[in-house]
């Protein structure tokens, strides 16, 4: 595996915890928060320890296993995102409470996931245990598996707790939270944690407040495959695993075609990994959507790389790869998003991603439509670039790396937007030449050469060889 699909442990971990925080519909730092609650809880009741990184690493990665089930919440409160909002501000209707009732499946794959991410991460059996059973209660009506104490480890107590307290304070205000969490003493978690928690609330909550945003550090300073991230973030929608390792190979061939430098090859195979972190805060619902999207849907998707620039901007490994993931949907003609950067402010590697990205989605099949076949897909992409949205070298690049090839083809006269002949025939044009000339010239009648002008005119939608010309040198056709 490249040397740039690794990142530093506690990058891994903040990553993920930003993921899972936009699938529940929080703030980014909402697990950061939690976990600062949790050391403290954790410190307050059994003092220094390891049990300290153990609640921050199960706070952090609490949410880890959400995307795995995204769909099935989509099924149960039709809304993925805002329904699990809904369901950890306690504000879900009648409707919705009844639905929770069916949540025994979707909290083992979840827990089930999370779990894995524990052990793909080294984290240890405590992080690992904590995960695989953060849904438990203190009086047996968690789930999956219905434990209760002394079964429960210790560390989900302080996790639930604290996440309860972050939560609602600012759903509800801390009086009205505090209220709730007394409600729950006993049957959520033990009444001696809870009592330590509504002692030291206000001053955590207002110590929280002043400080900066941080997360005490993993004592383990081990790299881990950025790869798992990418497909923690895929789980989310199921006709997209794989996706992004996917892109991930394809760019970084297409840039070694392009002959950009190796560092920068590398970044762009971070950006292809975590592109999709942004992808989180939207419901199934709208990814599910056949045909046109309405204008509040559009919006939300318009959203997804400007969070994944602000998700990455606090992971310091990711931060560069971010701010080139934050362009993976624009277009040379503006119509992208979210900025709607257009022309020569498209960096190539920025133009690369964006024709790789579009390429793996075309190739892969979608609910709504079957997969396109390769020369389906090459010909819709030169059609676009032929449009003005994407880069024509950079096209040819990602479909020479897609068949394998170890270099670029020679470029064809027009690039494939314009026939041989009638780049010949618009370069001599182009010269000054008149229709004579350039008959005599390549040997062909006046006739043949009226025939390929008035052609070339039309493919350019131009009227005259000035105007011809000028957008034919801008498209790189001649």
Not at 83 to 111: E, F, I, S
Not at 429 to 434: E, F, P, Q, R, Y
């Amino acid at each position: 595996m490249p040397v740039a699909d690794y990142i530093p442990l506690e990058d891994a971990i903040l990553a993920l915890s930003m993921v899972g925080d936009l699938s529940m519909g929080q703030p980014i730092d909402q697990s950061r928060r939690t976990a600062q609650l949790a050391r403290r809880l954790a410190h307050a009741c059994m003092g220094e320890g390891d049990h300290l990184q153990v609640a921050a690493d199960v706070a952090l990665l609490r949410w880890s296993g959400c995307t795995a089930n995204a769909e099935d919440f989509t099924r149960l409160l039709g809304d993925d995102v805002g329904g699990r909002q809904a369901m950890l501000a306690q504000t879900l209707d009648a409707a919705g409470q009844r639905a929770m009732l069916q949540t025994g499946p979707l909290a083992r794959v979840h827990c089930e996931v999370a779990g894995e991410v524990a052990v793909a991460l080294g984290l240890g059996a405590p992080v690992e245990q904590g995960l695989r059973h953060v849904f438990e209660h203190f009086d047996g009506s968690g789930r999956p598996s219905g434990l209760r104490h002394p079964q429960v480890p210790e560390v989900v107590y302080q996790v639930v707790l604290a996440g309860d307290l972050e939560i609602l304070s600012r759903a509800r205000g801390l009086e009205a939270a505090l209220a709730w969490i007394d409600g729950q003493a006993d049957q959520r978690y033990p009444r001696s944690l809870v009592r330590e928690l509504q002692c030291q609330a206000a001053d955590w909550l207002h110590d929280l407040q002043e400080a900066e945003q941080a997360t005490a550090s993993n004592t383990a300073c081990s790299d881990v495959p950025l790869t798992l991230v990418a497909d923690v973030i895929d789980l989310k929608l199921t006709w997209l695993a794989g996706y992004s390792r996917g892109v991930a190979a394809l760019v970084h061939d297409a840039a070694g075609l392009m002959g950009m430098p190796e560092a920068l090859q590398g970044v762009l195979r971070q950006a292809a990994l975590v592109h999709g972190i942004g992808r989180a805060a939207v419901p199934n619902r709208v990814w599910n959507l056949p045909g046109a999207l309405l204008e509040g849907d559009r919006e939300q998707i318009r959203l997804v790389p400007y969070w994944t620039q602000r998700a990455c901007a606090q992971v310091p490994t990711l931060q560069r790869a971010g701010r080139l993931a934050a362009h993976a949907y624009e277009r040379l003609d503006g119509s992208g998003y979210f900025r709607g950067v257009e022309g020569d402010a498209l960096a190539p590697e920025q133009r690369l991603l964006a024709v790789a990205l579009a390429w793996q989605a075309l190739r892969a099949e979608r609910p709504w439509r079957a997969a396109l076949g390769q020369q389906e897909a090459e010909q819709l992409l030169r059609q676009e670039a032929q449009q003005g949205r994407f880069d024509l070298q950079c096209c040819e690049a990602v479909f020479a790396a897609a068949r394998g090839e170890r270099k670029l083809p020679a470029a064809k006269g027009g690039g494939g937007l314009l026939s041989e002949r009638e780049s010949e025939v618009l370069r001599q044009i182009s010269l000054g030449h008149s229709n004579k000339e350039v008959a005599r010239l390549l040997g062909i009648s006046p006739s043949t050469v009226r025939t390929h002008v008035e052609s070339t005119f039309r493919k350019l939608e131009c009227t005259t060889r000035a105007a011809a010309t000028l957008k034919a040198l801008t498209l790189g056709l001649i």
